[in-house]
């Protein structure tokens, strides 16, 4: 009787012990909310995916408030994901500041950053993803719709590395505006102090995805609902439609169908001047002369007007994809 009894004991013992190595906090820590702390800061914080925290802790929103004192699994970020070579193709980046990840998914961990025309060596294929080496040794992987086979024509290079996302800055003199800075990244600017435009209702699938992200934080190169930038904003919500675009504002105006100002749809994408000569921010025309945009000046998405004001002056074009 002893000894079935104390079978029984090792084998529970042994369930939870599997039990234990089976769950996300085994190899994990614990961390207790703070004032301020949400999913995007803690995964900045300890180098994981917020998809990745959001399921740890089986939340369904990855941008769900916090409460201060609740506790949250971090489980250990992923390790990068490496793929035996089974092909070697010379490509190139055709976006601007497009994130190179240690792995196959937008969740991963960003390794760098990289502009239109930097060469890259193809190496494997993951789905739309490929792992590529880049210069000075390193690898990671890429998106297959920002990669390009063969080298960039250099004239062609050298005009894209002249084009910027949106980069507004209060306007105090127009005749007095400071140059653009020639070298290094562009510079933040300041807070916009104009006050959101009302929202009119969304009239397509395209713009209630957008009206969904108003609110997300501006980030420069951002692509993902942890921040967009201008371009990033409109591939984004694009590609959930299934419309694959761009990550830049020039090369999306040389998309779809161009529309007269008076015939414009909601949904249609919308171009501007902003800093910089040429097309260099973009939005998305939401109707009643309104659009949703990822604005710098504002520092976040945000809903504007067409009909007055800074956007009325620099507003350069629509164009209709599908």
């Known amino acids: 009787m002893t000894f079935h009894r104390l079978r029984s004991a090792l084998v529970c013992v042994a369930a939870a012990v599997g039990a234990l190595a089976a769950s996300p906090a085994a190899a994990s820590r614990t961390v207790v909310i703070s004032p301020g702390d949400t999913l995007d800061s803690l995964a900045r914080r300890f180098g994981v995916a917020t998809r990745d925290i959001a399921r ?19 489980p250990d970020p992923p390790k990068p994901v490496i793929r035996p ?24 961990r960003r390794v760098t950053l990289l502009d239109y025309g930097s060469r890259l060596t193809v190496t494997h294929r993951v789905g739309n993803w490929l792992q590529v080496e880049i210069p000075g040794g390193g690898r990671g992987w890429m998106r297959e719709d920002f990669v390009a086979a063969g080298t960039a024509p250099r004239m062609v290079v050298a005009s894209a590395r002249r084009v910027v996302n949106e980069r507004p800055t209060r306007r105090v003199n127009r ?67 299934g419309v694959s675009l761009p990550h830049n504002a020039a ?5 779809g169908q161009r529309v007269q100002k008076s015939e414009m749809k909601p949904g249609d994408l919308v171009f501007f001047t902003t800093t910089r000569r040429g097309i260099s921010h973009v939005g998305i025309y939401a109707g009643k002369g309104k659009f949703v945009h990822a604005s710098s ?21 629509a164009r209709r994809v599908k």
Not at 89 to 95: L, P
Not at 298 to 310: A, C, I, K, W
């Open 175 to 241: 005749v007095a505006a400071q140059p653009p800075r020639r070298s290094g990244r562009p510079t933040v600017a300041r807070r916009s102090p104009r006050p959101e435009a009302p929202a009119p209702a969304a009239q397509t699938a395209v713009v209630r995805t957008a009206f969904a992200y108003r609110g997300v934080r501006y980030r420069f190169a951002g692509s993902s609902p942890r921040g967009f930038d201008c371009s990033g904003f409109t591939s984004y919500v694009y590609r959930r439609k």
């Open 85 to 108: 070579a089974t092909m070697r193709q010379v490509s190139h980046v055709r976006g601007d500041r497009i994130a190179v990840r240690i792995g196959p998914h937008e969740g991963y």
């Open 297 to 317: 000046g504002g520092g976040r998405v945000r809903v504007d007007t067409l009909r007055s004001g800074y956007y009325n002056e620099r507003f350069r074009g």
């Open 56 to 74: 740890a802790n089986d939340l369904r929103d990855t941008n769900a408030i916090l409460r201060d004192g609740v506790r949250l699994v971090i």
């Open 251 to 255: 090369q999306q105006f040389r998309r």
